[in-house]
């Protein structure tokens, strides 16, 4: 699904962006320019950051 129409950037590219490295919504500005012209994209992108992430945690097994 497309989050920024402004820049054509699913959430798919954002998921590969998190499986690269990033960890916040400024490295996927920066990497895929997400909410960097209107921003409207801004809170649907965060909760696909948020989703991948806690997806992540979830999946790191528990530190005792
Ligand atoms: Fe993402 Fe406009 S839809 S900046």
């Given at each position: 699904?497309?989050?920024?129409?402004?820049?054509g950037v699913t959430d798919t590219a954002?998921?590969?962006a998190i499986d690269d490295g990033a960890v916040s919504m400024k490295q996927i500005t920066q990497e895929l320019n997400?909410?960097?012209q209107c921003?409207?994209?801004?809170s649907c992108a965060?909760?696909?950051l948020n989703n991948k992430l806690m997806q992540i945690a979830?999946?790191?097994p528990a530190v005792a």
């Open positions: 699904m497309y989050v920024c129409l402004c820049h954002i998921e590969a997400v909410g960097s921003g409207k994209c801004c965060k909760k696909v979830e999946a790191q």
